[in-house]
């Protein structure tokens, strides 16, 4: 999926997403829902930044895993106390257990079909441990997105200078976003391009793959940022 910009993903988002404020968010939440909670397994990890200012901020022990070898490669580097692995989200298994598991920035939507928004809400429910609670940024509902939507984002730093243009289509309830990237160094431009494809739910879905998973969820429509939140644990 991030094939041609796992390298540049922290430039490109760092310019505008606001890490901290997110952090400190659902480390608010979780101590709300579970004080005693110490460890947390991010689903869809990408490049370890939630899971560096977890453990930076709030003292959480934090393992990943993502799809993408190279973030993990990335967030491993950043994350040398954690265990990151390479793994589907509707179809993995590790060896233990933890108090949260996140599902963040919207990645629930790779799972593209509400079967396999159901099979990862599974997944996710078994790496819970008693008492465990669950944190899930959904994509955007139907009605939503604008298709044919032209955005661009510019950055530049550390002698990289990266221009980001994307389109929106959207297909029924799959979007596509094609990403076009022009990277700049001092060696020359290059042009590298990817398309993701994510689905889209209505809320009631959403909470009805919920307990399909045998999990009981509310719905936060003030979340982290303009996409709302899911607040889940096992029945």
């Known amino acids: 999926m991030f094939s041609e910009s796992a390298e540049l993903y922290d430039l490109i988002y760092g310019a505008f997403k606001d890490y901290p404020a997110e952090v400190d968010r659902v480390a608010g939440i979780v101590r709300d ?32 895993v993502d799809l993408d070898p190279a ?26 257990a933890y108090d949260v598991v996140t599902c963040l920035f919207s990645s629930i939507g790779y799972a593209r079909t509400l079967a396999g928004v159901q099979r990862a809400l599974a997944a996710f429910a ?19 997105l604008q298709a044919g939507r032209i955005s661009l984002k510019s950055v530049e730093r550390d002698g990289i200078s990266v221009t980001r ?6 297909d029924g309830r799959i979007s596509r976003l094609r ?3 022009l990277v700049g160094t001092a060696d020359g431009i290059r042009h590298a391009s990817e398309t993701h494809e994510l689905g889209i739910f209505t809320r009631e879905e ?12 509310t719905y936060d429509a003030s979340g982290l940022s303009d996409r709302g939140l899911y607040l889940a644990r096992p029945h």
Request: glycine share 10%; hydrophobic share 50%; charged share 20%.
């Open 33 to 64: 829902l579970h004080p005693d909670a110490r460890t947390i397994l991010d689903v869809a990890c990408g490049t370890g930044e939630h899971a560096s200012l977890l453990r930076e901020r709030h003292g959480f022990g934090v393992d990943g």
């Open 71 to 96: 973030m993990v490669r990335i967030a491993a580097a950043k994350n040398p106390a954690g265990a990151f692995h390479v793994a589907d989200m509707t179809d993995f298994s590790l060896s233990r």
């Open 126 to 144: 078994r790496h819970l441990a008693p008492g465990g609670v669950m944190l899930v940024e959904p994509w955007f509902e139907p009605g939503v």
């Open 165 to 170: 243009m994307t389109h929106l289509a959207v």
């Open 179 to 181: 990403f076009d990237y």
């Open 206 to 217: 959403m909470l009805a793959a919920f307990a399909a998973a045998d999990l009981a969820a």
